[in-house]
């Protein structure tokens, strides 16, 4: 029987789950989760145990932040993306065998930023300023502490030899380290990416790639 700890890039999980599945309730995408990460399991021929899911995120920001297409400042505590974010999350501690490990957002360097695809529209001269709409925005705020914890907690339970198997659920790079000093202790490093693009050179760290999502989209959302 092969133990497998899964951990989640939270923040790299929604999008994609996003992407391929569209909008969901909280309580659905947390259903959700759980059920792909159970199927990583379900998939081994060999048999495997869940020792556990550790699901990376933020707590979302309820900051005050300027908006400046209408030039006001929006509570960012009553949007809509708040309130799901605190459900989601709610949603996820009763999920069995998960266990929620947070970080903050750089609150103090947030602000909203023009989509590129809207940028490059605005210089191609295909629209002008006053087509913008605040779907052309974005809210740009970077995650602290996240993937310190993934690699924390990926030499915790390489050291502790809790687990046999590893399997990271992101498209980051951020976790080479970790994986290489796992794999030198006999751990099995599955790569997860979600069907995102990932470096040629990422192979050579990880003993192997592995996805659970359909080849295409459920639905492709602008």
Not at 13 to 35: I, Q
Not at 208 to 217: F, Y
Request: with cysteine; aromatic share 12%.
């Amino acid at each position: 029987m092969i133990k497998t700890a899964i951990m989640v890039d939270g923040a790299f999980y929604r999008k994609r789950a996003y992407y391929f599945g569209g909008e969901r309730t909280p309580a659905e995408r947390a259903n959700e989760l759980s059920n792909y990460c159970r199927r990583h399991i379900n998939g081994e021929r060999a048999g495997a145990e869940l020792y556990r899911v550790f699901y990376y995120d933020c707590p979302p920001s309820s900051k005050k932040i300027f908006f400046p297409l209408t030039r006001k400042t929006i509570d960012l505590a009553t949007t809509d993306q708040y309130q799901w974010t605190i459900e989601f999350f709610k949603e996820l501690k009763h999920q069995r065998k998960f266990a929620l490990k947070l970080g903050r957002l750089a609150e103090e360097q947030a602000f909203y930023n023009l989509k590129p695809t809207s940028t490059r529209k605005l210089l191609n001269r295909t629209i002008s300023i006053d087509d913008l709409t605040e779907q052309d925005f974005f809210l740009d705020i970077k995650q602290k502490g996240v993937d310190m914890r993934i690699g924390v907690d990926i030499a915790s339970v390489t050291f502790k030899k809790q687990v046999d198997r590893i399997i990271l659920i992101s498209g980051d790079s951020d976790f080479v380290p970790a994986a290489k000093q796992a794999r030198r202790e006999g751990i099995d490093f599955i790569l997860d990416p979600m069907r995102s693009p990932i470096k040629e050179d990422l192979f050579e760290h990880i003993d192997g790639m592995r996805t659970k999502v359909p080849k295409e989209p459920q639905k492709n959302p602008n």
